[in-house]
Nanobody, 121 residues
Framework: QVQLVESGGGLVQPGESLRLSCAAS????????MGWYRQASGKERELVAR???????NYADSVKGRFTISRDNAKNTVYLQMNSLKPEDTAVYYC???????????????WGQGTLVTVSS
């Protein structure tokens, strides 16, 4: 199976920055699209950003110009650089990835456990 472990969350003040990372491990043969989602209290989970293996990216309108998603394919890791953070960015951020495991041709979707980002004065 595949495990996704996020790190980098924490408490910051508005305008500050954080960088989240998500490392994939396990019996991975291939990683495909990876992304970040977030879920604020009382709200639905939403896509923040995603990135293909080749580096094509997509962002939610609310984070365009402030967040940057990137990946290191050699490390099976995806990052989310979050700048100019706003209180509205407060949420649990989840890593997501499509992956193929060793011994199968099936591409399955996996989720990390989440990391809390709190933006507050």
């Amino acid at each position: 199976q595949v495990q996704l472990v996020e790190s980098g969350g924490g408490l910051v003040q508005p305008g500050e920055s954080l960088r989240l990372s998500c490392a994939a491990s396990g019996s991975i043969s291939s990683l495909y699209i990876m992304g970040w989602y977030r879920q604020a209290s009382g709200k639905e989970r939403e896509l923040v950003a995603r990135i293909t293996t080749a580096g094509s990216t997509n962002y939610a309108d609310s984070v365009k110009g402030r967040f940057t998603i990137s990946r290191d394919n050699a490390k099976n890791t995806v990052y989310l650089q979050m700048n100019s953070l706003k209180p509205e960015d407060t949420a649990v951020y989840y890593c997501n990835a499509d992956a193929m495991t060793i011994g199968t041709l099936a591409i399955l979707n996996y989720w990390g456990q989440g990391t809390l980002v709190t933006v507050s004065s």
